[in-house]
């Protein structure tokens, strides 16, 4: 074998080795990286802002989380924001229609839009289709929080818990031919790492 056969063969195992050695690191990376949890639990008002209630959620508790690595890439962007799909939510809402039985509801499809408006709020912003006593419907969160809270774009804990209220907190659910809009009277929404 000649001299540049072996360096050929040598670099194209080097390149190979290198490859395979970034796939596993990228591979360990996603796999390593803290899990943020994102959970929001209270109860809505008892009056709706609008729309009918038909699923009597109005003065009801609820609790919902979306766990989440660091590492996943926003799917959109722009100068201060980001945008998260394909999540996986779980949690549980209570209705007037069935009485002290919570509902439990899940979704593989949920979204978070994190932004920073300089100078006034952060926002959160929760998206996902859902069904709730087999109506689907999309439901919506938009919840306006203290300057800061968001410590950065990418997925991180919260500077602090957020306290929801009237004032900063609704949550929409619609179907494809109504809307209801309830104001979050009381709870409180976290971006933790959990503790090992």
Known sequence: ?????????AIALAACCFALSSNNLVAATASTSPIVTYAASGTFA?????????????????????????????YKTGSNWAAYDKLKLTGTVYSGLTGSTPITIQSGQATIIQGIDPGKYDTFTMEAPI???????????VIEMPLGTITKLTLAP?????????????VTYSDTSASTVLAIQTGTLTATVPAN
């Open 158 to 170: 919260f500077s602090k818990a957020v306290s929801l209220a009237p004032a900063n907190a609704t």
């Open 131 to 141: 069904t709730v006593l087999n109506i689907s419907l999309t439901i919506k969160a």
């Open 46 to 74: 008892s009056t709706p802002i609008s729309g009918s209630d038909t699923l009597k959620l109005a003065g009801e508790p609820f609790s919902v989380s979306i766990a989440v690595s660091e590492s996943t890439a926003p």
């Open 1 to 9: 074998m000649t001299l540049r056969k072996t360096l050929s063969i």
